[in-house]
């Protein structure tokens, strides 16, 4: 993480939304994550006090619009999408669960015994 | 004895469990490829314990069956979700087929379908160089020309919008057929789970029929309703029935105003269909929505353009000094008589050059006044209090910006089913990993099994030799 934060950069804010709608619609936390340090990398090797350099973010910002756009409505998507991926998951450890209680209750039951 | 045959009899319903879930990974992985195929598990009953003297001995499992990996909430969702992006997807494509004839060639300097915006522009300066001459007779036909190329060019996109909805007409009626093939098989899937499987999961038939269902997603807007003994009652996304148990309701098409209105039984569920989603949404959006629209806009633009500059030149005195009468007006456009159809039908019907009044009324035929009016009305707001350039150009960053806002949606809701099927995928899809481990398993316990029924039978021949009672404890 230090070194993508000191490391010289210069990503385009465009391609990093892109990107990030991208690794969003994975659900790739980890990238996301890198991609989050490079929007703080992008904003931190600008001079704040440069009128140009603000001028250069804004820039950006505006040819990134459409992008911004997308990226908000798969935010949106993912939301809702989260509700059937909890359900899933419950399942999932609901199964796992199963199988212990199973596990438990078959060595109850035979006694170590006829459990094939 | 007795002990050492419930002993065989367990070990015995041992193997043959394991043998059933071995046949269970085995059609697994045979069908790993198998599109629409959902991974199962074997499932496992535990047997009753048997009393033997007073003691309660597990009598091990039977394998009952297999269950298919799937979660119905989650697969209903991926519908939803195909339904929307098929729509937009759809629709996007129709768009950007618009948007391509207002597009001008780059780098080209003849004319094209595209390049109305400079053709207003290039009519009206026309007037502005004949105000310097008005009697030249070449800069006369310059005006003829450029407005036979203005009048060409919204006439021909007019008339390439009217072909793209005749298109989508045709798209959407085909894919009428497509549907009713596709919820007939629902009904017939829905009767066939009842009655082999209504109260447990159907295995492939399931997967059949949620196959269909993902079809018939892209295809129209459906919403999908569980009833009773597994079976599965299918709407349009407004409500209307299109499959309940066994029985499928046919959608029908018939022409309604010069194009294709779809009807369940005698209802026109058209607009229903259009905002419901799917190819079908998609396509009846733009036939009914946007083409409309663009073609409206252009209309107006078409109607006022011709209604204004006729009339001034029908005010002016032409080269021959002759003026505009009711009778034989100086008309350079034919005179719409409504604003609808006005782009399709516009022409140029001056054929002389001599009747552009250059002249006001009452002046000589040199005088250039109403040339000079003519030129102007590029500057006047007489397109719906607009001026013609600037009406043109909002019309068109319109277009711009719906086709963009569409192919925003697409995006998003492709990500969407991306995410949902990567889900999916992974509770669904076989994975050979895992497969191969439980394979592993089954066969380690299928020999382990098989190892204690061969000691059990060496321990009855042994029993049977002695000719005494042998107790397995």
Same mark, same amino acid.
């Given at each position: 993480?230090?070194?993508?934060e /000191?490391?010289? +950069?210069?990503?385009?804010?465009k391609?990093? !939304? !892109?990107?990030?709608?991208?690794?969003?619609?994975?659900?790739?936390? /980890?990238?996301?994550?890198?991609?989050?340090v490079?929007?703080?990398?992008?904003t931190?090797?600008r001079d704040?006090?440069?009128?140009?350099?603000?001028?250069f973010?804004?820039?950006?910002?505006?040819?990134?619009?459409t992008?911004?756009?997308?990226f908000a409505? !798969?935010?949106? +998507?993912?939301?809702?999408?989260?509700? !059937?991926?909890?359900?899933?998951?419950?399942?999932?450890v609901?199964q796992?669960?199963?199988t212990?209680?199973? +596990?438990?209750g078959?060595a109850?039951v035979?006694?170590?015994?006829?459990?094939? | 004895?007795?002990?050492i045959?419930?002993?065989?009899?367990?070990? &015995?319903?041992?193997? $043959?469990?394991?043998?059933?879930?071995?046949?269970?990974?085995?059609?697994n992985? *045979?069908?790993?490829?198998?599109?629409?195929?959902?991974?199962?598990?074997?499932?496992?009953?535990? =047997? #009753?314990p048997?009393? #033997?003297?007073?003691?309660?001995v597990?009598?091990?499992?039977?394998?009952?069956?297999?269950?298919?990996?799937?979660d119905?909430?989650?697969?209903?969702?991926?519908?939803?979700?195909?339904?929307?992006?098929?729509?937009?997807g759809?629709?996007?494509?129709?768009?950007? %087929?618009?948007?391509a004839?207002?597009?001008?060639?780059s780098?080209?300097s003849?004319?094209t379908?595209?390049?109305?915006?400079?053709d207003?522009t290039s009519?009206f $300066?026309s007037f %502005?160089?004949?105000?310097?001459?008005?009697?030249?007779?070449a800069?006369?036909?310059q005006? @003829?020309s450029?407005?036979?190329?203005?009048? &060409?060019?919204? %006439?021909?996109?007019?008339?390439?919008?009217?072909?793209?909805?005749?298109?989508? $007409?045709?798209?959407?009626?085909?894919?009428?057929?497509?549907?009713n093939?596709?919820?007939?098989?629902?009904?017939?899937l829905? @009767?066939?789970?009842?009655?082999?499987?209504?109260h447990?999961?159907?295995?492939?038939?399931?997967?059949?029929r949620?196959?269909?269902?993902s079809?018939?997603?892209?295809?129209?807007?459906?919403?999908?309703?569980?009833?009773? =003994?597994?079976?599965l009652?299918?709407?349009?996304t407004?409500?209307q029935l299109?499959?309940?148990?066994?029985?499928?309701?046919?959608?029908?098409? &018939?022409?309604?105003?010069?194009?294709?209105d779809?009807?369940?039984?005698?209802?026109?569920?058209t607009?229903?269909l259009?905002?419901?989603?799917g190819?079908?949404?998609?396509?009846?959006?733009?036939?009914?929505?946007?083409?409309?629209?663009?073609?409206s806009?252009?209309?107006q633009?078409?109607? %006022?353009?011709?209604?204004?500059?006729?009339?001034q030149?029908n005010?002016?005195?032409?080269?021959? &000094?002759?003026?505009g009468?009711?009778?034989?007006?100086?008309?350079?456009?034919?005179?719409p #008589?409504a604003v609808?159809?006005s782009?399709?039908?516009?022409?140029?019907i001056?054929? $002389?050059?001599?009747?552009?009044?250059a002249a *006001?009324?009452?002046s000589g035929?040199?005088?250039n006044s =109403?040339?000079v009016?003519?030129?102007?009305?590029?500057?006047?707001?007489?397109?719906?209090?607009?001026?013609?350039?600037?009406y043109?150009? =909002?019309?068109?960053?319109?277009?711009g910006?719906?086709?963009?806002?569409v192919g925003?949606?697409?995006?998003?809701?492709?990500?969407?089913v991306?995410?949902?099927?990567?889900?999916?995928? *992974?509770?669904?899809s076989?994975?050979?990993?895992?497969?191969?481990?439980?394979?592993?398993t089954?066969?380690?316990?299928?020999?382990?099994?098989?190892?204690?029924?061969?000691?059990?039978n060496?321990?009855?021949?042994?029993?049977?030799?002695?000719?005494?009672?042998t107790?397995?404890?």
């Amino acid at each position: 993480m230090q070194e993508l934060e /000191t490391r010289p +950069a210069n990503p385009e804010l465009k391609e990093l !939304v !892109v990107e990030a709608s991208r690794a969003l619609a994975r659900l790739d936390a /980890t990238r996301l994550e890198e991609l989050a340090v490079s929007c703080q990398a992008l904003t931190r090797s600008r001079d704040c006090e440069d009128p140009g350099e603000w001028e250069f973010l804004a820039r950006q910002a505006r040819e990134a619009a459409t992008d911004w756009a997308v990226f908000a409505r !798969v935010l949106k +998507a993912t939301r809702s999408n989260l509700n !059937v991926m909890k359900r899933l998951r419950d399942l999932r450890v609901g199964q796992l669960e199963y199988t212990e209680r199973q +596990a438990r209750g078959g060595a109850g039951v035979e006694g170590g015994n006829g459990n094939h | 004895m007795g002990t050492i045959n419930s002993a065989l009899s367990l070990i &015995g319903g041992a193997l $043959d469990a394991d043998q059933a879930a071995l046949s269970v990974v085995a059609n697994n992985v *045979a069908n790993a490829n198998t599109p629409g195929y959902t991974a199962e598990t074997p499932d496992w009953q535990q =047997n #009753a314990p048997i009393n #033997a003297n007073g003691i309660q001995v597990g009598d091990g499992v039977t394998e009952t069956g297999a269950t298919s990996q799937r979660d119905r909430v989650l697969e209903e969702r991926l519908d939803q979700q195909q339904q929307l992006a098929s729509s937009s997807g759809s629709r996007l494509t129709a768009l950007n %087929s618009m948007q391509a004839l207002f597009t001008p060639d780059s780098g080209s300097s003849s004319s094209t379908a595209g390049d109305i915006g400079s053709d207003i522009t290039s009519f009206f $300066d026309s007037f %502005s160089s004949l105000e310097t001459n008005p009697t030249d007779n070449a800069l006369r036909e310059q005006v @003829l020309s450029s407005a036979s190329t203005l009048a &060409g060019d919204i %006439s021909g996109t007019a008339n390439n919008l009217n072909a793209q909805g005749a298109a989508l $007409d045709q798209d959407a009626s085909g894919i009428v057929s497509q549907v009713n093939s596709l919820t007939g098989a629902l009904a017939q899937l829905n @009767l066939q789970i009842q009655s082999i499987s209504p109260h447990a999961d159907a295995g492939t038939l399931e997967d059949q029929r949620q196959q269909d269902l993902s079809q018939l997603s892209q295809l129209i807007g459906i919403n999908q309703v569980s009833t009773e =003994n597994n079976g599965l009652s299918i709407t349009t996304t407004s409500g209307q029935l299109l499959v309940s148990q066994g029985q499928n309701f046919q959608l029908t098409t &018939g022409t309604v105003s010069g194009s294709t209105d779809f009807f369940l039984g005698s209802t026109d569920i058209t607009s229903q269909l259009a905002t419901g989603g799917g190819q079908l949404g998609g396509d009846l959006t733009a036939r009914d929505v946007d083409i409309p629209g663009a073609l409206s806009s252009l209309d107006q633009l078409a109607y %006022s353009i011709s209604t204004s500059v006729n009339a001034q030149n029908n005010s002016g005195k032409d080269l021959d &000094g002759a003026t505009g009468t009711v009778a034989s007006p100086l008309y350079i456009f034919n005179e719409p #008589a409504a604003v609808a159809g006005s782009a399709a039908n516009m022409n140029v019907i001056m054929t $002389d050059p001599n009747q552009i009044a250059a002249a *006001a009324a009452g002046s000589g035929t040199g005088d250039n006044s =109403n040339a000079v009016a003519m030129a102007n009305l590029a500057g006047q707001t007489f397109v719906s209090g607009q001026t013609p350039i600037n009406y043109y150009s =909002n019309f068109v960053s319109t277009l711009g910006a719906t086709v963009s806002e569409v192919g925003t949606e697409n995006t998003a809701q492709n990500a969407s089913v991306s995410q949902l099927q990567t889900q999916n995928n *992974a509770l669904s899809s076989v994975n050979l990993n895992n497969e191969a481990a439980a394979m592993s398993t089954l066969e380690s316990s299928y020999q382990a099994a098989s190892q204690v029924f061969t000691l059990l039978n060496t321990i009855m021949a042994s029993a049977l030799n002695l000719g005494t009672e042998t107790a397995v404890s």
